[in-house]
């Protein structure tokens, strides 16, 4: 079973990258809890790992294939903070740069993620 910090770094590396969104199969639970933060209002949904990679996917299409860098990650028992930037291209509209900087709190039980607290800008 892997730790807390390869779950998440191959996690990162390979899905959230948008390298392997198909991946998710491997690194999360079967369902995930997903608290979100969407105009300061928290809410939380179920996420599967098809759903995860559906998710992925969407960016691509928006974004075309973006960089996701890794500026921090700490980990402390079964959960790992990780802050990121992403850079791509605003394929649906004006093809500018997009940056958004995120971060997110993973938990990890069994070798795979099992619920996470994300906020992005």
Same mark, same amino acid.
């Given at each position: 079973?892997?730790?807390?910090?390869?779950?998440?770094?191959? @996690?990162?590396?390979?899905?959230?990258? &948008?390298?392997? #969104?198909?991946?998710?199969?491997?690194? @999360?639970? #079967?369902?995930?809890?997903?608290?979100?933060?969407?105009?300061?209002? #928290? %809410?939380?949904?179920?996420?599967? #790992?098809?759903? %995860?990679?559906?998710?992925?996917?969407? @960016?691509?299409?928006?974004?075309?294939? @973006?960089?996701?860098?890794?500026?921090?990650?700490?980990?402390?028992?079964?959960?790992? %903070?990780?802050?990121?930037?992403?850079? &791509?291209?605003?394929?649906? &509209?004006?093809?500018?740069?997009?940056?958004?900087?995120?971060?997110?709190?993973?938990?990890?039980?069994?070798?795979?993620?099992?619920? %996470?607290?994300?906020?992005?800008?």
């Amino acid at each position: 079973m892997q730790d807390t910090r390869a779950v998440v770094t191959g @996690f990162l590396n390979e899905v959230r990258s &948008g390298r392997d #969104p198909d991946a998710a199969e491997r690194y @999360f639970a #079967p369902r995930v809890l997903a608290h979100q933060l969407v105009a300061e209002a #928290p %809410y939380a949904l179920e996420r599967s #790992p098809a759903d %995860y990679a559906a998710h992925i996917r969407e @960016f691509l299409r928006d974004y075309g294939a @973006f960089e996701l860098r890794v500026d921090e990650l700490l980990v402390d028992g079964d959960k790992a %903070y990780a802050r990121w930037t992403q850079t &791509g291209r605003d394929l649906a &509209g004006s093809g500018e740069t997009v940056r958004q900087i995120g971060s997110a709190c993973y938990r990890v039980a069994d070798g795979r993620i099992v619920e %996470y607290w994300i906020q992005s800008s």
